[in-house]
């Protein structure tokens, strides 16, 4: 069995700077792409940012030049650098993976629970 586990939502003011964390844990053959998605209050969820196994990186365009998605390939996590946050990106932030397990040759798309991230004065 494997799970995703996000962190770092919270409270910041506009103009402020939150990183956001999501591990992967089980067992793991490997992993595919990881992503970021969100969801805002009475909004469908939407795509932020992605990053691949090979490090490419592409984003939604109103976060572009304002958040940085990463990876740490050795510890199965993915991290969001969100910076110049505004009102508008409050939301529930959920990470989610492409992930091949050690009991299966398929590579499933794997969700975390979701960290809640609110900017406000």
């Known amino acids: 069995q494997v799970q995703l586990v996000e962190s770092g939502g919270g409270l910041v003011q506009p103009g402020g700077s939150l990183r956001l964390s999501c591990a992967a844990s089980?067992?793991?053959?490997?992993?595919?792409?990881m992503a970021w998605h969100r969801q805002a209050p009475g909004k469908q969820r939407e795509w932020v940012a992605v990053?691949?196994?090979?490090?490419?990186?592409n984003y939604e365009d109103s976060v572009k030049g304002r958040f940085t998605i990463s990876r740490d390939y050795a510890k199965n996590t993915v991290y969001l650098q969100m910076n110049s946050l505004k009102p508008e990106d409050t939301a529930v932030y959920y990470c989610?993976?492409?992930?091949?397990?050690?009991?299966?040759?398929?590579?499933?798309?794997?969700w975390g629970q979701g960290t809640l991230v609110t900017v406000s004065s």
């Open positions: 089980g067992s793991i053959f490997g992993i595919k792409a």
């Open positions: 990053i691949n196994s090979g490090g490419s990186t």
């Open positions: 989610n993976a492409n992930i091949r397990t050690n009991a299966d040759y398929r590579y499933l798309e794997v």
